[in-house]
């Protein structure tokens, strides 16, 4: 086979597929440029194309690869904590924790890479945008759940919260691109807690020590 042809000898897609998420979640979606992703994955232009048909294609997959990975700790919150304070509480914590992570590109990638996005690029757009509106309906049902099961009080504004919460986690990874800390970001974290609109339920003791310890 022609080198400059076709995928090279030792092509690991999954390798590849994690330093273009990482590029990305550098640089952004824009900024990131063919040439940038082929030194980058250790490949040639044309095994790119035949791997993932094109830049935005493999956008798509990094998005998705991401949310299976590095930003996988906001879905096991949820599916891990019973009560709705300890699934937000665990989020927003360990959000402070993975966003300031210097083993990888501060923030989230689905926040940082929306930006400079020209409006002509309407796939790009809608497939980060898509993925931050299900965010937010994800929140909103964990607390309409909650206020049914009476974790939190009646009345209490489900979209309201859901959408406060989401612009806690947007917030939190624009101060962790901006050089913000672990300790400063825990601090945001604790802070937005503090809006949540009941008591933060008491961890029976027998879970003493497992997932997240109850704010006070």
């Known amino acids: 086979m022609n080198a400059s042809r076709g995928r090279p000898r030792g092509f690991d897609r999954d390798a590849a597929l994690v330093a273009a998420t990482l590029l990305f979640w550098e640089r952004g979606y824009e900024a990131t440029s063919i040439a940038d992703?082929?030194?980058a994955m250790g490949i040639n232009a044309p095994s790119l194309y035949a791997a993932f048909t094109d830049k935005r294609h493999l956008f798509q997959e990094v998005v998705e690869a991401y949310g299976r990975t590095f930003g996988a700790f906001m879905g096991r919150a949820f599916a891990e904590e019973t009560?709705?304070?300890?699934?937000?509480?665990?989020?927003l914590r360990e959000a402070a924790v993975e966003y300031s992570?210097?083993?990888h590109p501060a923030g989230c990638l689905v926040i940082s890479a929306a930006t400079n996005i020209p409006p002509n690029n309407?796939?790009?757009?809608?497939?980060?945008?898509?993925?931050?509106?299900?965010?937010?309906?994800?929140?909103?049902?964990?607390?309409?759940s909650a206020v049914s099961s009476g974790e939190l009080p009646p009345g209490t504004d489900a979209r309201g919260l859901s959408?406060?919460?989401?612009?806690?986690?947007?917030?939190?990874?624009?101060q962790a691109?901006?050089?913000r800390g672990q300790?400063?970001?825990?601090?945001?974290?604790?802070?937005a807690l503090t809006a949540w609109p009941a008591p933060p339920p008491v961890r029976p003791a027998s879970n003493a020590g497992r997932g997240v310890s109850p704010q006070r």
Request: hydrophobic letters at 45%; glycine letters at 4%; aromatic letters at 8%.
């Open 163 to 174: 959408l406060f919460y989401a612009a806690v986690i947007q917030g939190m990874s624009q």
């Open 101 to 103: 992570d210097p083993s």
């Open 37 to 39: 992703l082929t030194r």
């Open 183 to 191: 300790a400063e970001l825990m601090l945001i974290a604790e802070l």
């Open 177 to 179: 691109r901006d050089g």
């Open 83 to 91: 009560r709705a304070y300890d699934a937000f509480a665990r989020m």
């Open 122 to 144: 309407i796939e790009v757009q809608q497939t980060l945008r898509d993925q931050r509106n299900g965010n937010v309906l994800a929140f909103e049902s964990r607390l309409r």
